[in-house]
């Protein structure tokens, strides 16, 4: 059982930066995958970016050069570091960990609680 604790999300405005972490509770975080989801209002959950186990990492093509996807295996935690914020990116940012490092939502285990990110105009 992996419980999944996300913060760092705010209200910004349009270029600038945040850093979510994804705090786990758990021995074997290391073994999982991390996937970043975020589901904005009326639309489906879509992936953001994920690490796999072995620290490679996948990113959706909208956030490619933007964001950037880390973990610590030490501290337990999942990172997602979001610079050059658009309005676009508002919306609710989930964590979630999985076998692998898939683009689907329900291919993952475990997930946080989400947390808010809105960027202004």
């Known amino acids: 059982q992996v419980q999944l604790v996300e913060s760092g999300g705010g209200l910004v405005q349009a270029g600038d930066s945040l850093r979510l972490s994804c705090a786990a509770s758990?021995?074997?975080?290391?073994?999982?995958?991390m996937g970043w989801f975020r589901q904005a209002p009326g639309k489906e959950r879509e992936f953001v970016a994920g690490v796999s186990s072995g620290s490679i990492t996948y990113y959706a093509d909208s956030v490619k050069g933007r964001f950037t996807v880390s973990r610590d295996n030490g501290k337990n935690t999942a990172y997602l570091r979001l610079n050059s914020l658009k309005p676009e990116d508002t919306a609710v940012y989930y964590c979630a960990a999985g076998r692998v490092v898939r683009t689907i939502s329900k291919e993952y285990q475990y997930w946080g609680q989400g947390t808010q990110v809105t960027v202004s105009s």
């Open positions: 758990g021995s074997t975080f290391s073994r999982y995958a």
